[in-house]
């Protein structure tokens, strides 16, 4: 499925017509110094069916959610914010086609791209162009190094992930620990990811399982690791694989505790298991969304509250709102409304704090954040710190 829509302002005597008007008068300054009057510059999205649908479109609709507001109150610096998107269906293949149109139609910047192998594909169109690259959803290391003064991330890596669910594997006493991934650049970021954390204790996984990207035929992956009887097991898939794979084992007989990284999608890891989900452990990049224990929290959940039922709360949507409010943040400060002015601004966010949500960026780092930190599901779908 295609979804090619818009974020429509809110505001009382626009029309469709004059928000276009506005967005066309908008600065495209590294590649087009003088912007085109017949020229839109927009945001960009993409990853909307496949296994990583609920990710993209949670994050798509959190994103919103800020977007609209900022809008609604006459936009940034006077213009306002179109986000478009198009579907990659988490192919590598699709989503460098969807970035070569994106950078032909001269978009303002990219942002949101969901998955490791997907972010992978755009990253030497991303460069060649110079284009804005912000808050891909993934902590693969290979889009932060070398450094590119045009990728901005919010989330922290997945070695920041997997070392912290490493830490409390091996507190709990756990040292014979398996890796389920997926078998593609995500999959190995992960499993990179545990053997730098193990290898500190001494260790190595005692078993490794694949599973190909879009796939959830688990079986091989389930016997290779039932077989070596580890402690625990870090998955590092997609959510429908991960679900797949911890129903199978737990058939198989299997009694120990699952770990996931944030990139499964928590909600969407919980709605695919139901009653299995509880004792599943998932590590989180971004600040507990169910509650108003921080200011970042109670603005999101008032929002998701004001876009009435289509939106709920969950982990994937507010990195989306989050990811928003940080963007619109830089381009308030670098006040030109050009991408130049886009990468100063959010290379000015040095030790800012967001609601409770501490973030620093400058303009030799491009990782506004490492906080992890790790939640446990429940068998009604709920989501326990």
Same mark, same amino acid.
């Given at each position: ?36 009057? #017949? ?119 997945? #070695? #920041? ?19 389920? $991934? ?13 053997? %730098? ?42 959510? %429908? ?19 996931? *990284? ?22 989180? *990049? ?38 928003? $409010? ?6 308030? $400060? ?52």
């Amino acid at each position: 499925m295609n979804s090619d829509s818009s974020v429509k302002p809110r505001m009382r005597g626009w029309s469709r017509r004059r928000a276009l008007q506005s967005l066309a008068a908008l600065p495209t300054a590294a590649l087009l110094p003088s912007a085109r009057a #017949d020229k839109e510059s927009r945001l960009v999205s993409a990853a909307f069916s496949g296994p990583a649908a609920l990710l993209g479109t949670q994050m798509n609709l959190g994103a919103r959610l800020h977007f609209d507001q900022v809008n609604a109150s006459g936009g940034v610096n006077g213009q306002l914010i179109e986000l478009r998107t198009l579907d990659d269906a988490y192919d590598p293949v699709r989503c460098k086609a969807n970035t070569e149109k994106f950078i032909a139609d001269n978009v303002f910047a990219l942002f949101g791209y969901v998955g490791t192998p997907t972010s992978l594909a755009a990253m030497p169109l991303v460069n060649e162009s110079k284009m804005p690259f912000f808050a891909p959803f993934t902590g693969a290391p290979a889009l932060r190094e070398p450094f590119s003064r045009n990728v901005f991330h919010v989330r922290a890596s997945y #070695d #920041d992930e997997t070392a912290l669910i490493v830490k409390q594997m091996t507190s709990f006493g756990l040292s014979k620990i398996a890796v389920f $991934r997926q078998n593609d650049s995500y999959g190995q970021a992960g499993l990179d990811g545990v053997n %730098k954390a193990l290898k500190a204790h001494n260790l190595q996984p005692v078993a490794v399982g694949t599973v190909e990207r879009n796939s959830v035929d688990v079986d091989a992956a389930v016997k290779a690791i039932i077989a070596a009887k580890p402690d625990g097991v870090v998955q590092i898939s997609a959510y %429908k694989s991960c679900a797949a794979f911890i129903r199978a084992a737990r058939k198989a007989g299997y009694g120990g505790t699952f770990y996931n *990284v944030s990139f499964v999608g928590t909600q969407a890891l919980a709605d695919e298991l139901g009653k299995e989900a509880l004792g599943v452990v998932v590590s989180q *990049v971004m600040p507990f969304p169910f509650s108003t224990t921080t200011p970042i929290s109670r603005e999101y959940l008032d929002a998701v509250k004001a876009a009435g039922s289509a939106a709920k709360p969950n982990y994937s949507s507010m990195e989306g709102f989050l990811a928003a $409010r940080v963007f619109v943040e830089g381009l308030k $400060r670098g006040r030109t409304n050009t991408r130049e002015g886009l990468t100063t601004g959010l290379e000015s966010l040095q030790n800012v704090n967001f609601g409770g949500f501490n973030l620093n960026l400058g303009a030799h780092d491009h990782v506004a954040s490492k906080f992890v930190e790790l939640s446990m599901l429940t068998e009604n779908g709920a989501v326990r710190r």
